[in-house]
């Protein structure tokens, strides 16, 4: 039932426009998948049968369902202007997503991961928690992006940063040699995939390496207080996406909110 070909056309097409790996794979399993379940070939398929498909994902989270929705429009889209045909996707409901709460990992659970893991994965561990490095960006770090102890990172976009290094991680990438940091099956290297893997067993409990990611922007801004600085340290486009990942403590909302405690006249 599924065009492959036109799968693979449609991830040219995303390519040409500079969208990252990760994000063609992401966008391509969606599609493949609501292709299979539906059972239709992709010029049979209706409005009806997507917002059902999408419908009928009760255990996803908000994020997955709209990820999943973006996915479904841009191959439809896409389709429609190379292909002719209707675009079955066009008025497919939007999906709110809640403003969630930032989750950074506390220390302790950092040195838990350090002492435990093996050399390969501290590494990786060190990279989130200390330079807030996406799991991608950790999988894709080569020896050629280390210019002394500053980190060149290419995200999401295309877009280019430069991540200060604690020395003794910045010694620890060059330990590690010429090439790919974290060699591996997939263009050389280990798939962001498999670095999120590694990284979630050597936590404890159920934490991710996101919410090293996490961690790093909250302590970042604690420190400086200048969260224009910590987005373009985390490559964010958008402010409003940093501030979603630090998180205020306690003492500091209970001072803000204690300033409006007291009236004068």
Avoid at 135 to 163: A, F, N, P, W
Avoid at 166 to 194: C, E
Avoid at 240 to 254: C, E, K, L, P
């Amino acid at each position: 039932m599924i065009s492959l070909h036109e799968l693979d056309q449609w991830g040219e097409f995303l390519r040409a426009g500079n969208a990252a790996r990760d994000t063609i794979r992401l966008r391509t399993h969606y599609v493949r998948r609501c292709l299979n379940e539906i059972g239709k070939a992709p010029g049979e398929v209706t409005e009806l049968d997507l917002t059902g498909w999408l419908g009928g994902k009760p255990g996803w989270s908000p994020s997955a369902r709209k990820s999943a929705r973006a996915s479904l429009r841009s191959f439809w889209s896409w389709r429609a202007r190379t292909l002719g045909g209707d675009n079955p996707a066009e008025h497919l409901p939007g999906t709110p997503v809640p403003r969630a709460l930032p989750r950074p990992a506390e220390d302790a659970a950092v040195l838990d991961a350090l002492r435990t893991a093996d050399d390969r994965v501290a590494l990786m561990v060190e990279l989130m928690a200390y330079a807030g490095l996406r799991r991608g960006e950790v999988s894709r770090v080569h020896s050629d992006d280390l210019q002394g102890d500053t980190l060149r990172i290419v995200g999401k976009g295309g877009h280019v940063r430069m991540v200060p290094l604690p020395p003794h991680v910045g010694k620890a990438l060059r330990d590690r040699g010429p090439g790919w940091v974290f060699s591996g099956q997939i263009d050389g290297h280990l798939s962001a995939g498999r670095v999120g893997e590694l990284v979630a067993e050597a936590l404890p409990g159920r934490l991710t390496g996101h919410q090293l990611r996490h961690r790093f922007a909250t302590v970042s801004y604690r420190g400086s207080h200048d969260i224009r600085a910590v987005q373009q340290l985390l490559g964010h486009a958008r402010i409003d996406t940093t501030m979603i990942y630090t998180a205020v403590d306690q003492d500091a909302t209970r001072a803000a909110a204690s300033a409006a405690w007291s009236l004068t006249g």
